[in-house]
């Protein structure tokens, strides 16, 4: 029983959503889907979904993938940047 309690306990990371005016902390599941922190990171700053791409390591993260799948590791950090369009 222990067991089961340690293996969820590692599943569970910290994250930080850094922008120019300041960061966001997170704990989130490694099988949380990128998606939802992204949506509630839009929500947490007043803002529609999508108005941020989100970047890690220099690589952009898409939405459907989940942080055990890019990698995401206890106490990393992603980037968040305004989405501009056009030229």
Do not use: W
């Amino acid at each position: 029983m222990a067991d089961v309690k340690a293996e969820a306990k590692a599943e569970v990371i910290n994250i930080t959503i850094k922008t120019s005016d300041g960061e966001v902390a997170f704990k989130i599941k490694k099988s949380t889907k990128m998606s939802k922190v992204f949506a509630a990171y839009a929500q947490k700053k007043g803002v529609p979904e999508g108005h941020y791409r989100f970047v890690l390591d220099g690589a952009r993260i898409g939405n459907d993938v989940t942080a055990a799948e890019i990698g995401l590791e206890d106490g990393d950090s992603i980037d968040a940047y305004v989405e501009q369009l056009g030229g």
